[in-house]
């Protein structure tokens, strides 16, 4: 039942030069291919500065069509490795009309499929809701050459019921490119809970749908650059944890990092044999679970 992926991790700081970003990140991907990786996962938004800390008209102009110069350059990185990789970019729909959209490309370079970040968070220093439309695909995994991906945008690994939708079409694991981290105002125990229950809640994905978790963010500060805050400094950490929510990968906090974790996908079959939760599920009392709240 044993079934490996070498999956590569690319965690990274970024500059506002997307020439720069994207080169030394297919600089790091063809890394990992050298060293055997099958499949590499990319943080959110991995061309730019995580522009959304201000509302500003002129960062749409970061955004990109699909297709266009930039899925060409990783249509063709995915080729000329033989990698499935996932990368997160800035959708230019059409005027005015933006999203926030993981696209998977396959060992031939073609494109395997898209998804459009669906819960958009507006927060201090996260104010997505000014840049991006929520997702109009749905939740719906991405069938590749080396499988089914369960792939989830950031702001969506804190939701149950997006990692249980692609758990339910046969995800075979589950993907969250993020980019998230402390503003320097928390206190080191504030940013403690915050990182832990970060952790906590993706491992209870894994744990609840006996599927692995791949969770890659970025790192290094990125300052505000209407000077309201003090900035994000994003607290890196990405890590692969099994379908017993067991963790497999940590990556540091403030540092870049780049590995290949290998990932048996033929052992969820075994856990959801212990654990059959799938099995077990009520559906038939679930019906409010579409309410916003149950009075």
Same mark, same amino acid.
């Given at each position: ?21 994207? @080169?030394?990140? /297919?600089? &790091?991907?063809?890394?990992?291919a050298e060293e055997g990786a099958q499949l590499i996962?990319? #943080? ?16 749409? @102009?970061?955004?990109? !069509?699909?297709? @266009?110069?930039? +899925?060409?350059?990783? @249509? ?13 970019? %800035?959708?230019?729909? &059409?005027?005015?009309? $933006?999203?926030? +959209?993981?696209?998977? %490309? ?25 840049? %991006? +439309? *929520? !997702?109009?695909? !749905? ?10 991906? !369960?792939?989830?945008?950031?702001? =969506?690994?804190?939701?149950?019921? &997006? ?42 994905? /894994?744990? &609840?749908?006996g599927l692995p978790v791949v969770t890659v963010n ?11 805050t003090n900035g994000i400094t994003f607290w890196g ?13 940590? /990556? *540091? +906090? =403030? ?14 079959? #075994? ?5 059959? %939760? ?7 009392? $679930? ?9």
């Open positions: 039942m044993t079934r490996i992926i070498k999956t590569g991790i690319i965690q990274q700081r970024k500059t506002d030069n997307a020439d720069d970003n994207r @080169s030394r990140l /297919a600089a &790091a991907a063809r890394r990992l996962v990319n #943080q959110e938004l991995h061309d730019s500065l995580y522009f959304c800390q201000t509302e500003v008209v002129d960062n749409c @102009s970061l955004a990109v !069509g699909l297709p @266009s110069a930039t +899925t060409d350059f990783y @249509s063709n990185l995915a080729k000329e490795l033989g990698v499935v990789l996932v990368t997160s970019l %800035f959708e230019r729909r &059409a005027a005015g009309l $933006y999203h926030n +959209t993981a696209v998977v %490309f396959d060992t031939d370079g073609s494109e395997a499929g898209r998804y459009r970040k669906m819960h958009i968070p507006d927060d201090p220093a996260y104010y997505e809701k000014f840049y %991006f +439309t *929520p !997702g109009d695909l !749905g939740f719906h995994p991405i069938d590749t050459s080396l499988g089914r991906l !369960g792939v989830l945008v950031c702001w =969506d690994q804190w939701y149950p019921e &997006a990692a249980r939708l692609m758990a339910l079409q046969g995800a075979e694991m589950l993907i969250y490119p993020t980019a998230i981290g402390w503003e320097s105002t928390d206190t080191p125990d504030e940013k403690k809970r915050q990182r832990d229950a970060w952790v906590t809640v993706q491992r209870g994905h /894994a744990v &609840a749908n970025r790192t290094g500060h990125e300052a505000d650059p209407s000077g309201a950490t990405s890590f692969v944890a099994g379908p017993q929510g067991e963790m497999i990968y940590e /990556a *540091p +906090t =403030d540092e870049e990092a780049e590995a290949i974790v290998e990932i048996d996908l033929g052992r969820s079959e #075994q856990v959801r044999r212990w654990w059959p %939760f799938l099995r077990d599920r009520r559906i038939d009392a $679930y019906g409010d679970i579409t309410k916003r709240f149950i009075d």
